[in-house]
């Protein structure tokens, strides 16, 4: 009896002693294991997303508030209207209007690449590019990790015209913002047209990438005249003075740059379109660019009567629709952006 009593005493210690073994392990386990599963519900990994910004835009600090940014462009007869597109779209009357992003996005270094053309654009200035009803988009978004450039173009630029050839470099002629985010969901665009109303817009982002677009509704001639007159309306937007200048341009281009006063200079209305279409047949022949630019005749009398057939015609009519339709533009504007932030 005595060691029947001893057995079941051992017996009863041993299973204590175990249970509290495996106790102590899961307690262990489950304590290891819940930080991390915490981290990884609250901490999504950063996504980079690039807001771009196309035609000519000039990057400007925001007078009310150090963490944003404005970026400025002229709204004028030579460009079509502003569009905003990401998986939707929608076009943009002028106006100022402000970017929001999914969460708490903080302020960037809004490092610049070398490429941007950079001028100080005074506060003062940027104001009243604002207050400039009509004349002018305004975007206003967080201050990025950097500007980069989504196309370059190369050109000369300074504060003297011409500018001098020591200046000419690959500019930047578009913008690309680069911002880490958590989500791609919840981008939204609101803001104030000048005239009517605008219903805030919520971006579906399907793709990291954000952007404003201004297509020329002219084409560029061999003396670059839609560019160099593109980078004048932006220039005197925000209060600079600056001029731009293409190497390989006629000299006698500058005989009706509108970047500087000429008399009797002749209206810088668009070409009629066969001429356009000519035009940019004839960029790349040799001896086009010996071609008087002052005087506004094509190059060619061959080249006029193969333009005046009825066959051209019936393509130019419809590149004009395709044009029209699906926002194609015969080439961008070849103007740098300017970098004032």
């Not at 009863?12 to 991390?36: D, H, R, W």
């Not at 196309?151 to 690309?176: N, Q, V």
Request: hydrophobic share 35%; net charge neutral.
């Amino acid at each position: 009896m005595r060691n029947l009593r001893h057995l079941c005493s051992s017996a009863i210690v041993l299973a204590s002693i175990f249970s509290g073994a495996v106790l102590m392990v899961s307690c262990n386990q489950t304590k290891e294991t819940a930080p991390a599963t915490q981290s990884q519900i609250t901490t999504p990994p950063p996504q980079q997303i690039f807001v771009t910004f196309e035609g000519p835009w000039a990057i400007a600090p925001d007078p009310k508030n150090a963490n944003n940014v404005l970026l400025l462009a002229p709204k004028t007869k030579h460009h079509r209207d502003l569009y905003v597109t990401a998986s939707n779209h929608s076009t943009l009357a002028a106006g100022v209007y402000d970017l929001s992003f999914p969460g708490q996005v903080t302020s960037g270094a809004g490092t610049y690449d070398p490429a941007i053309l950079r001028a100080k654009i005074d506060p003062q200035n940027a104001q009243n590019a604002l207050d400039s009803k009509a004349g002018r988009y305004a975007i206003r978004l967080p201050k990025p990790e950097a500007f980069l450039p989504a196309h370059r173009h190369r050109s000369r630029a300074g504060s003297t015209y011409p500018p001098d050839a020591s200046t000419e470099k690959e500019y930047a002629t578009a913008f690309s913002l680069r911002y880490s985010v958590g989500s791609l969901s919840g981008f939204s665009l609101s803001g104030t047209p000048d005239t009517g109303t605008f219903n805030p817009l919520l971006l579906q982002v399907d793709t990291p990438a954000i952007r404003f677009s201004i297509e020329p509704n002219e084409d560029d001639d061999v003396c670059n005249t839609h560019s160099r007159q593109a980078f004048h309306d932006l220039v005197q937007l925000v209060g600079l003075t600056l001029y731009i200048d293409y190497g390989d341009d006629p000299a006698a281009c500058h005989d009706k740059d509108p970047q500087v006063p000429h008399r009797g200079r002749a209206s810088s209305s668009p070409a009629p379109p066969l001429e356009r279409i000519a035009t940019l047949f004839t960029r790349n022949l040799p001896g086009a660019q010996t071609v008087d630019a002052t005087a506004g005749e094509l190059p060619s009398r061959y080249l006029m009567f193969f333009a005046g057939s009825s066959i051209v015609r019936n393509i130019a009519n419809r590149l004009g629709v395709a044009a029209y339709l699906f926002g194609l533009s015969g080439i961008d504007c070849a103007g740098p952006g300017v970098g004032g932030g």
